[in-house]
């Protein structure tokens, strides 16, 4: 039987882990904009094995999609494995800095109410601006924000979004999808 | 024991049984060849006359010996030159090691001469690319490209060694390992712990569904993909199609992974795919392909792409599952191993009423009767007169597919095509790629008037190496394929396609040192090729043809595939 595919868009997370190469992070962006998908945000970092780094790549995609992306990426040499994580299956952190202007005292006060109910921060201050550190999920972020464009955002800095698998499973335990393929590893 | 670097890099050739590379020598890549002078006896190195032709050479040496193909080319303008056969051979899955050399570390990312980027301009066209700028590791690179382009679905992986890496008085340590020993070491090995480096064995259920599907088909058909040769696995095929007893389509890159004169085939598929293929494609209950990755020139229209039937893929390459088509059973592995293991499994089958529907829709390719030489009379002439083994490298365009059409080919490597990339002017450096490595069997390259004038420069290495190709001129003054469809769907307005310029292709060869021929009827055309065969030296023969000849049957880009746009 065919499969029954989503054809319906929503953004995925995949977390791919590679060799720390010079140049993997370009062989594995470039991957994606060849085969014409936009990436929505890349965060890189160190992981805790040695010469080993973990990408967090969002796209909106679907299924099918998805997972011809994981099987390019997959064939890459320097690409150790590859997971396709969604909202369901993973838990996803964003982080971000952003500048509101707060000349008042009145803004003020209810900038800083707002980051208290959002559980961020205020990590600067200057006569006319503050500036909030909000850590969370997208939603949670982009509802922060959204109130906040209320007052005149300045300025915004923030990270792709992180996500890492609920439960016990691990990247390292497994790089394929078991359900669909169980053969092993990448195929070169 | 310590060796100089480019003595490595020599040996690490030697590992792989390399006997002979192609390319063309330039400033960086000067110590390279210092060393190759040392190794003259071991590795013969063929002198194109072009970056572009050394590429291709490499490519067809490979895909007719069924080894890697290894090419040289020194950096900037050399290394890109390269960039169309790199590609070629990546869209046809054809393993070829490319050597390059950069400039030297301290020039490196200064705009020095004759530098470019070249590991990032082929990352996108190869299955590796690898900038090395420490000399130790040169053994372990070496090792693991040959091992990533020849491994799973083969294909080309680029080298670029930075000058200095190569300099005379750089010594590295190094133990000659032969390649079969390659996976002991440490570059191959560390490879191995994410890649799969041996084909994956075939899941044992997904062959009992693929058993249980045929054994409630009627009517199936197989088609045979280019997975078939690059696996040659052309012997397991057979006996799949004959147990089957299914009617067998062809692909252009599956040429030669079952017999074209076979009484189950049905020819090409696709755009210009015979009607027994196509009609069968559409009418079968299941398809099972094989090493094909359902190409826009194989299923025109992916979402009516065999609607009646169950398609199953088999492919070593999970990312090909789905891609193009949906597919309702995948098997993954090596053709070889997937059909050996199949084959085991199944009964004998009788399909007759399904093949008494099909079969006779087969129009065997005959050449009409004509007082001026046809397309396809020039074919049938090669086919009476070249031995049955003969090789055929082919360009791109209208004479490719009257060549695929018209030839029947029995072996894989014996038609050598870019099916994938459509690279005009991959003939004649494919074909000396091919006589380098098949000396004894005759190669015949077939080409069109533009394709020609693309590489005709590689005639010089023809004649320099005494390689007896022949090189058949299908000469109608235009870009016929191009032509064919502005005259079937751009109302006939010939932009720009009209070649009513020279040169004079006998006088060409003839200056290149070459014997050429003119043939405009059946009987010089004969003529001609019986004494090129004899000729044991490179030869062009031009042949006159009508400019509006075209290739039948077509249907067009996008189309249901029966919908055909001429008969």
């Known amino acids: 039987m065919k499969r029954e595919l989503d054809s319906k868009k929503k953004l995925y997370t995949l977390a791919i882990l590679v060799q720390d190469i010079p140049g993997v992070l370009s062989q594995v962006a470039r991957l994606f904009s060849r085969k014409g998908y936009n990436i929505e945000s890349i965060v890189t970092g160190a992981t805790d094995r040695p010469n080993t780094a973990r990408l967090a790549i969002s796209v909106l995609a679907d299924e099918l999609m998805i997972d011809q992306i994981a099987g390019q990426c997959r064939k890459l040499i320097p690409v150790l494995a590859v997971k396709i994580l969604d909202e369901d299956t993973s838990i996803q952190r964003e982080f971000s800095l952003i500048k509101v202007q707060a000349a008042d005292r009145n803004a003020r006060d209810e900038v800083i109410q707002m980051a208290n109910i959002f559980r961020a921060n205020i990590i600067d201050v200057s006569r006319e601006t503050l500036t909030v550190c909000i850590f969370g999920d997208r939603s949670k972020t982009q509802a922060l924000t959204d109130l906040l464009a209320g007052f005149g955002i300045l300025e915004i800095a923030k990270t792709g979004t992180l996500a890492i698998e609920r439960g016990r499973s691990t990247i390292y335990d497994d790089n394929k999808l078991k359900e669909e393929y169980n053969y092993g590893k990448n195929v070169l | ?567």
Not at chain 2, 250 to 259: A, E, S
Not at chain 2, 545 to 556: G, I, N, Q, Y
């Open chain 2, 1 to 567: 024991m310590k060796i100089r670097a480019t003595q490595a890099i020599m040996e690490c050739l030697l590992e792989q049984e390399v006997d002979t590379v192609f390319g063309y020598p330039g400033g960086t890549i000067l110590n390279l060849y210092d060393e190759l002078y040392n190794y003259k006896d071991k590795i013969r190195h063929v002198l194109t006359a072009h970056e572009q032709g050394a590429s291709h050479a490499a490519d067809g040496y490979a895909r007719s010996t069924g080894r890697v193909g290894v090419c040289f080319a020194t950096s900037g303008p050399g290394a890109t030159n390269l960039t169309t056969g790199i590609a070629t051979a990546y869209m046809d899955s054809s393993p070829v090691v490319f050597i390059t050399c950069n400039v030297a570390e301290p020039l490196l990312g200064k705009d020095s001469f004759q530098e470019v980027d070249i590991t990032g301009i082929a990352m996108p066209i190869t299955k590796a690319a690898y900038l090395v700028r420490d000399p130790q590791t040169i053994p372990d690179v070496m090792r693991q490209a040959f091992a990533v382009a020849a491994t799973g679905r083969p294909g080309p992986v680029l080298i670029d060694f930075l000058k200095n890496v190569t300099a005379p008085n750089v010594e590295i340590d190094y133990e000659f390992i032969p390649w079969i020993q390659n996976r002991a070491c440490s570059s191959v090995r560390a490879l191995a712990t994410s890649h799969d480096l041996k084909a994956p064995e075939p899941d044992a259920g997904d062959i009992d569904t693929l058993v249980d599907m045929i054994a409630q088909s009627e009517r199936p058909l197989l088609i045979c993909g280019g997975g078939v040769v690059r696996g040659r696995a052309d012997r397991e095929f057979r006996a799949l199609a004959e147990r089957l007893d299914a009617p067998v389509a062809i692909t252009v890159m599956g040429g030669g992974g079952f017999p074209g004169g076979h009484p189950l085939t049905t020819g090409m598929i696709g755009m210009h795919g015979s009607r027994a293929s196509n009609v069968a494609c559409d009418q079968c209950d299941l398809l099972i392909a094989v090493g094909c990755r359902f190409s826009d020139r194989v299923a025109l229209q992916p979402d009516t792409f065999a609607s009646q039937a169950k398609i199953v893929q088999i492919d070593i390459d999970r990312s090909e599952i789905d891609k193009n088509v949906l597919t309702d059973h995948h098997i993954i592995g090596s053709a070889k191993r997937v059909l050996a293991r199949l084959n085991q499994r199944l009964p004998q089958y009788s399909h007759q009423a399904w093949k008494e529907q099909i079969l006779p829709l087969r129009a065997p390719s005959v050449p009409r009767e004509s007082e001026k030489l046809t397309p396809k009379q020039v074919l049938e002439a090669i086919r009476r007169l070249a031995p049955q083994d003969t090789i055929v490298a082919t360009d791109v365009g209208q004479h490719q597919m009257w060549s695929i059409q018209h030839f029947h080919f029995d072996y894989p490597g014996q038609l050598l095509t870019s099916g994938g990339f459509g690279t005009m002017g991959f003939g004649l450096g494919a074909a000396i790629g091919a006589k380098a490595g098949n000396p004894d069997k005759v190669v015949v390259h077939t080409t069109g008037d533009g394709c020609f004038r693309m590489n005709c420069h590689e005639l010089a290495t023809v004649e320099h190496y005494g390689l007896p190709i022949i090189t058949v001129v299908f000469n109608n003054g235009t870009l016929g394929m191009v032509r064919q469809w502005q005259n079937l769907i751009y109302n006939k307005r010939f932009s720009e396609t009209t070649l009513d310029r020279g040169p004079d292709f006998v006088k060409l060869a003839e200056a290149y040192g070459l014997k050429g021929f003119r043939a405009a009827t059946m009987g010089e055309m004969e003529e001609a090729f019986r004494q090129a065969l004899e000729a044991g030296r490179g030869c062009v023969i031009d042949c006159v043809l009508d400019m509006d000849e075209m290739v039948r049957p077509m249907v067009a880009g996008g189309s249901h595939i029966t919908e055909f746009l001429l008969k």
